[in-house]
């Protein structure tokens, strides 16, 4: 059992709030996944050419300004980083091999990349939703869209790395509620096509498949019809791209799903408990989406 909730925002207006409402309804599933937590919180203050790569590091003792000095000695392009504990966020325009070899260079401090993109910040760790949330500060973030999750691990350990969402490319994260029975295999056919996994993690295959279909030209509606198609399982997923936004339930919708749509906002959860604080809701369309039934909105 775990708990999903997502925030869509369509009025700019709300944005300066996504983080408060969006700490507070990821709280709210503090029930169905106490192990661990993670979430993507997309906004619009990465420069244009620049990308933001959310970076874990072995500790608290992490020196980032040496990590962003590394990157900028191989690169010669000036980095902006934001750092919080164990945790950064790299702002840079240099390049993809640039970063990873500047990331190299800093191993001493055992950076791991945890998503890239032109929008998104990913932080996951391990401990209550709350908890997590005021650490890096959450409430007061602000941005157009966020993905949470919070974890009770059945099928693998209590990791940060196995902590949802996962990111399997620029911009794209993947939350997931129950189990697929046959990730071993889609596991080998990923690995087949070149894409390999990096944890044990079942959900981590789903986010992979997903970015390689998507690699291939799929748009994320598309990629989410050859889920339904390829996973077993009994599975609510929701995932979101820069401008996009997707939900789908698998063939025997057993794990739930609610959604609240308004003019201001789209909001996800497994729980309407996790939607009842949010402004306007009692005049939001409130459903719960059918089986196989994928929705999908556009920012």
């Known amino acids: 059992m775990c708990g999903i909730v997502g925030l869509l925002v369509r009025d700019r207006a709300l944005e300066a709030d996504l983080g408060r409402h969006f700490a507070a309804m990821l709280e709210e599933m503090t029930a169905r996944g106490p192990d661990s937590s993670g979430m993507?919180?997309?906004?619009?203050?990465?420069?244009?050419?620049?990308?933001?790569?959310?970076?874990?590091g072995g500790g608290v003792t992490t020196d980032w300004a040496a990590v962003g000095a590394a990157v900028e000695a191989e690169s010669g392009v000036l980095t902006q980083l934001e750092a919080i504990d164990d945790v950064a966020f790299l702002v840079t325009a240099a390049s993809r091999e640039a970063v990873h070899e500047g990331l190299r260079l800093a191993?001493?401090?055992?950076?791991?990349?945890?998503?890239?993109?032109?929008?998104?910040?990913?932080?996951?760790?391990?401990?209550?939703?709350?908890?997590?949330?005021?650490?890096?500060n959450v409430p007061a973030m602000t941005g157009y869209m966020a993905l949470g999750h919070t974890r009770m691990a059945t099928e693998s350990a209590v990791t940060t790395d196995g902590a949802h969402p996962f990111?399997?490319?620029?911009?794209?994260?993947?939350?997931?509620?129950?189990?697929?029975?046959?990730?071993?295999?889609?596991?080998?056919?990923?690995?087949?096509?070149?894409?390999?996994?990096?944890?044990?993690?079942?959900?981590?295959?789903?986010?992979?498949?997903?970015?390689?279909?998507?690699?291939?030209?799929?748009?994320?509606?598309?990629?989410?019809?050859?889920?339904?198609?390829?996973?077993?399982?009994?599975f609510t997923l929701v995932v979101s791209a820069e401008r996009s936004f997707s939900v789908v339930r698998d063939?025997?919708?057993?794990?739930?799903?609610?959604?609240?749509?308004?003019d201001a906002y789209v909001?996800?959860?497994?729980?309407?408990?996790?939607?009842?604080?949010?402004?306007?809701?009692?005049?939001?369309?409130?459903f719960e989406p059918h089986p196989e039934e994928i929705h999908t909105w556009i920012v």
């Open 251 to 262: 063939a025997f919708a057993c794990k739930p799903m609610v959604i609240a749509e308004t």
């Open 167 to 234: 990111s399997p490319s620029n911009d794209l994260a993947l939350v997931h509620n129950g189990s697929f029975s046959n990730h071993a295999s889609i596991r080998r056919q990923l690995l087949d096509a070149g894409v390999a996994c990096l944890t044990d993690n079942d959900t981590e295959v789903a986010a992979q498949f997903i970015g390689y279909r998507m690699g291939q030209g799929d748009d994320l509606e598309e990629a989410m019809r050859h889920v339904l198609k390829e996973f077993d399982g009994f």
């Open 40 to 56: 993507a919180i997309y906004d619009r203050d990465v420069p244009q050419g620049s990308l933001r790569w959310s970076l874990r």
């Open 267 to 286: 909001a996800v959860a497994s729980e309407y408990h996790a939607l009842a604080g949010l402004p306007g809701i009692d005049d939001a369309r409130v």
């Open 107 to 136: 191993a001493d401090e055992q950076i791991t990349v945890v998503g890239v993109g032109r929008a998104m910040k990913l932080i996951k760790d391990v401990g209550l939703p709350r908890e997590i949330c005021e650490h890096y």
